[in-house]
Nanobody, 126 residues
């Protein structure tokens, strides 16, 4: 079955960087999109970034564009996807989740992703 495992979370000072990884297994993901979402305490889950397994197209939330960068380790695959997070702010503090769904331009609709990882905590202190 599909398994997603996030890693790389931690505690960092504002302005610092972290790189999250999502290891995906269980099937071919060439026709899927992998998204990163986050949820802070008391807040709704929100879309962060996504990458298409078919053409490598990337998508970002306005709040992270220019600071976060999503990439994959091999062309035409989503076996490992990274989220490089730079210039981190306290408001980036959240549990970060990776998720996969069949490729769609509705990449920011979390409820349409059937497969999720367990999440990794990112804490940014001021």
């Amino acid at each position: 079955q599909v398994q997603l495992v996030e890693s790389g979370g931690g505690h960092v000072q504002a302005g610092g960087s972290l790189r999250l990884s999502c290891a995906a297994s269980g099937r071919s993901f060439s026709q899927f999109v992998l998204g990163w979402f986050r949820q802070a305490p008391g807040k709704e889950r929100e879309f962060v970034a996504a990458i298409s397994g078919s053409d490598g197209a990337t998508f970002y939330a306005n709040s992270v564009r220019g600071r976060f960068f999503i990439s994959r380790d091999r062309d035409n695959a989503l076996s490992t996807v990274y989220l490089q997070m730079n210039s981190l702010k306290p408001e980036d503090t959240a549990v970060y989740y990776c998720a996969v769904r069949y490729d769609s331009r509705r990449y920011d609709v979390g409820n349409e992703y059937p497969y999720w990882g367990q999440g990794t905590q990112v804490t940014v202190s001021s």
